[in-house]
């Protein structure tokens, strides 16, 4: 099953506007990842925080993970229609062993212009 | 340099048939990641390989699936006797190194798989 669970589902807000995805997850981990995927075909990596940190900024990007909620944020500033897409939080390491990223079932943001 | 390469990009068989995916991951990675990914669903993972070995089958659904790698470098999953419950995108991914899922997964741009 999967270990992440993100919400919402989708959402869909104004160009300009912030926008926050949440995900959840059920055993510990080494780090949390965020991906983001166009039209269903390949991932593109977007942050990575571990599980010693609590806040991760990059550009317009910022992520929070909270071990104890066991709950990671993404949030995106100033959105712009390039940033469309499906986001999906992936954990890594920790009780889940091995190697492998388990992945949540995404969240579809869509930008209005 | 060149990212995560899969071919084809689109393959359509028929039910019954095998189909070979072909993953080229990006040089010098040591691991490798093969994933699948439903219709409207997140990404299930599949196999890994450090080097040329699978330390993880644990996600392949059956024994129709297998998968190798050779030379450490390209890997091929193998999906025998193909079902309609197939139809999927398969994503190759790598990293550097493996180690506890702490290392960046760089994807391919997948394979879109379709059983009629």
């Known amino acids: 099953s999967q270990q992440g669970e993100e919400d919402p589902q989708a959402l869909s807000i104004q160009e300009g506007e912030n926008a926050t995805m949440n995900c959840s997850y059920k055993t510990s981990i080494n780090n949390l990842q965020w991906y983001r995927q166009n039209s269903g075909r390949g991932l593109v990596h977007l942050i990575l925080i571990r599980s010693n940190e609590r806040e991760k900024h990059s550009g317009r990007l910022r992520v929070t993970l909270d071990t104890s909620k066991k709950s990671s944020s993404l949030l995106i500033t100033a959105s712009r229609a390039a940033d469309t897409a499906s986001y999906f939080c992936a954990t890594g390491g920790g009780e889940q062993g091995a190697q492998k990223l388990v992945f949540g079932q995404g969240t579809r943001l869509t930008i209005n212009p | 340099g060149a990212g995560v390469s899969q071919s084809p990009s689109n393959k359509v068989t028929e039910k019954g048939k095998d189909v070979e995916l072909r993953c080229d991951p990006i040089s010098g990675h040591t691991a490798l990641y093969w994933y699948r990914q439903s219709l409207g669903q997140g990404l299930e993972f599949l196999i890994y390989?450090?080097?040329?070995?699978?330390?993880?089958k644990s996600g392949l659904p059956s024994d129709r699936f297998s998968a190798e790698r050779t030379g450490g470098s390209v890997s091929t999953l193998t999906i025998q006797r193909t079902q309609q419950e197939d139809s999927a995108v398969y994503l190759c991914?790598?990293?550097?190194?493996?180690?506890?899922?702490?290392?960046?997964?760089?994807f391919g741009p997948g394979t879109r798989l379709l059983v009629l």
């Open positions: 390989f450090q080097g040329n070995s699978a330390p993880d």
């Open positions: 991914a790598s990293s550097l190194t493996a180690s506890g899922g702490r290392e960046t997964q760089y």
